[in-house]
């Protein structure tokens, strides 16, 4: 048991961010001054939550006393921690992104708060406050997607919204029910123990449905994904895809696994789901990279291009797949469920990071070519620099290569316990995401436009937007290769043992909140 | 607006208070407060960025006492950025800068 002033920790990492994006800016009213203060506030979030995280491996889980509807414990310190890095990479880049240093200040607001809210959803156990916060993000997360200023960018920011909307809805309905149901709002296997199967299997699919909007599954995700993640400005992308859908499948593997349904069906439809956004996500980004968005289609502007973030958006709708497909094989399976959950973990860090760095890099070409068409795409050649690189670490891994984290997510789908029919789909699209990395990057390196584009100004270039993608490229390999080493019994052993051990203890606290508390 | 976007955080804040405070009553009133407040604003926004006031540049001639009407319907023709209220940047509609690249589609 904690005391209060312990349990005040567990909501200090988003009030810390939330104080970041309203001191910043008061500050600072402009430029470096409120780009370093908003990123001091992040550092600062990631230290505690670091330490926390240290404490929560030592077998403590903080929680709100009276109520216990937030709770700290590995899993949820785990997706924090992700989210903060990626958020306070975002941060940085942000400084040098915008051309007009007016509007930082409301951009590092809402870009805060935007990341709290993200956090809050994380660590909650109290369904009423995931769906609070889950509103709370919608409406941060629509208003940084008008930051690039584009018409289309206003048509994309509708879409988030209206089916936002339509999602939380069908989770207001599931809470309703759930209310009926239990006569609580919290997630505990014991408020579920007794109530007919049949009752769980319907509030199981509402709450699938309702957040599969949100996760950007196959339909829906179509609807506003793509258009969202390529219209927002660059680090809201990132955001957007490497963590916000990613904690929203988090959310869903956490409510469903407090839930846990007995029903093979409801846990062959979701697997059905995500297998089809699997292939559908891939074969599209591939299509946008070859053909472009008169074929891909999901487009918000008249004008067809081939748009290298609308490669990524399709690729996040083929990765969230995965998510969902791994939620369906715990209920299909539940004695291996623990495996499964694990896998959500060990992806949401693979897909976090490499896509995340992915619209990094895209975003730096854009700035560096000032185009986001890989049709008038002039090969940039050396200009790309280490970046080309980068990219190239960034597909790798979603490509499920070797050396790479995604080698992990490979592992997963490739061991015993699951289906070639699945360990075919996973491949396929990764053959896929394969051709589409080395077909964008031939694009951008050494590609030749379809009509004739001459440079007014010079090309510009900022070092700021280099950075992330270098960061998160060192971690997907260095990681990679304890996985690659450790998994083969090459090398480093005792690491990807420890590392295998500590993510089926956290994999266990997604729906049993005190598993390994002291 | 302001007034709005005010309500729209004391509902958020209320939210999470009462889900901590473990009211339903007063959680349901906050959800209502925070849900009026945000679709007041959306609306707000969105309309006049999807449904702008065109503004007939003719009628802006003077019976000849003045010059040739010098704004185009195009001139006027130009809501902000809803929420935002900034410009909208033309440079990018088609995904290219212009100020810093002249493209010819051949």
Known sequence: MTTAAESVLTVAVPILIVLGGIISPLAFRKGKGLAASASLFFLVALALNSWLLMGVQEGAALYYPNTQGII????????????????????????????????????????????????????????????????????????????????????????????????????????????????????????????????????????????????????????????????????????????????????????????SPVSYELGLSLVALGALSVIVGAVLAAVEATYGSKYSRFHVSPVNIRGIK????????????????????????PALSPLFFAGILLHFLNHGLAKALLFFDSGFVIETSRTADLSLLKGLGSKVGVNGLTYLIGGFSLSLIPGTLGYNTFLEFTRGHIGMEITAVIITAALFIFFTTLYSLRSIVAGRPRAKVEYIDKVHSRATLRIPGVVLAICIVALGIIVLLGANGIALEGYYHQFEEWFSVAARTISEPWVGVA | MLIALAF?????????????????????????ITSVSMFFILLLSFIPAYFPDRIKAGSLFYCGLAKEPYVSDSSVYRPNVPLLNVPYDTNWDEYYDKSTMKVEKT
């Open chain 2, 8 to 32: 729209m955080i004391i509902g958020i804040a209320g939210c999470i208070a009462a889900s901590i405070a473990f009211n339903f009553i007063l959680l349901l009133a906050f959800v209502e």
């Open chain 1, 310 to 333: 609308r490669i990524w958006a399709f690729s996040t709708s083929s990765e969230v797949g995965v998510f969902y497909m791994l939620i369906g094989l715990a209920l299909m399976a």
């Open chain 1, 72 to 259: 700290f414990n590995a899993a949820s310190a785990f997706i924090v921690e992700v989210t903060l890095v990626l958020g306070f990479l975002g941060s940085i880049y942000s400084y040098r992104y915008f051309e007009d240093e007016k509007i930082l200040a409301p951009f590092y607001a809402l870009y805060s708060f935007f990341i709290a809210t993200l956090v809050l959803m994380a660590v909650s156990f109290n369904i009423l406050i995931i769906y609070v916060a889950f509103e709370a993000s919608t409406i941060a997360g629509g208003v940084l997607i008008l930051f690039t200023k584009r018409r289309s960018a206003t048509k994309a920011a509708v879409r988030f919204f209206v089916l936002s909307v339509i999602g939380a809805v069908t989770i207001l309905v599931g809470i309703l029910y759930q209310n009926s149901l239990t006569g609580t709002f919290m997630l505990d296997q014991s408020a579920f123990s007794g109530i007919a199967n049949s009752d769980l299997v319907l509030l199981s699919a509402l709450y699938a449905i309702g957040f599969s909007i949100k996760v950007g599954i196959f339909p829906f995700g179509l609807l506003w994904l793509p258009a969202a993640h390529s219209e927002a400005p660059t680090p809201v992308s990132a955001i957007l895809s490497g963590v916000m859908v990613q904690i929203a499948a988090f959310a869903a593997s956490r409510i469903i696994g407090v839930i």
